[in-house]
């Protein structure tokens, strides 16, 4: 499902830049989802939990990127305050922030749903993105060196491994949010989901 979706998204760049036409053959929804055999989609479809930290154990480990304090080390714990996708959070710009209203505002085409949606930013969120200093030229909150500008995909899986944590993933920290979420909050379900 990873490899297809990145085929996907190349294939769109391509056709973005007039390098290919046609429809994008990669694509799942209204494509592959129709040309596949039952067996097949079941095995396309079939999802994986993402190694978590146990929530509990978290704390410490905020402690730890907070002392790194470097890009890679901010980035994460947005990704952990915000409760983000690694790809959200990675693609930041400081235009989508409004620290005043402790808020980040995504715009619908950077949604997975492609609806906008507003993040509230927990205290600890606002003085962090206070305490990052900006790059001259550069829209991004973490830029990278790169064509793109941005910081790199695996930045913070070899973050996680030069902590000594090879197990756990930057989507497991969604799990660890949402298993905090229903054991120490009264929050409904959904209201959980959604955050």
């Known amino acids: 499902s990873e490899v297809r979706s990145q085929i996907e998204s190349v294939l769109d760049s391509a056709k973005a830049l007039s390098l290919r036409s046609g429809e994008n053959t990669a694509r799942w929804r209204g494509h592959l989802d129709n040309l596949l055999s039952r067996a097949d989609k079941k095995r396309a479809t079939q999802t994986t939990n993402h190694p978590a930290m146990l929530w509990r154990d978290l704390p410490a480990f905020m402690g730890r990127l907070a002392a790194a304090n470097d890009r890679d080390s901010h980035a994460l714990?947005?990704?952990?305050?915000?409760?983000?996708?690694?790809?959200?959070?990675?693609?930041?710009?400081?235009?989508?922030?409004?620290?005043?209203?402790?808020?980040?505002?995504?715009?619908?085409?950077?949604?997975?749903?492609?609806?906008?949606?507003?993040?509230?930013?927990?205290?600890?969120?606002?003085?962090l993105l206070q305490a990052i200093p900006r790059t001259v030229g550069s829209p991004y909150l973490f830029p990278g060196t790169g064509k793109s500008g941005v910081m790199g995909r695996i930045a913070f899986l070899s973050l996680l491994r030069a902590m000594d944590l090879p197990d756990i993933t930057t989507h497991g920290f969604r799990a660890t949010f949402r298993t905090w979420a229903s054991e120490c909050t009264h929050y409904p379900r959904e209201v959980c989901e959604l955050a």
């Open 77 to 127: 714990q947005l990704v952990i305050l915000t409760a983000s996708r690694a790809g959200m959070v990675r693609l930041a710009t400081w235009d989508e922030f409004d620290l005043g209203s402790a808020t980040w505002n995504l715009p619908a085409e950077r949604m997975k749903t492609r609806q906008a949606f507003a993040i509230p930013l927990p205290q600890q969120a606002v003085e």
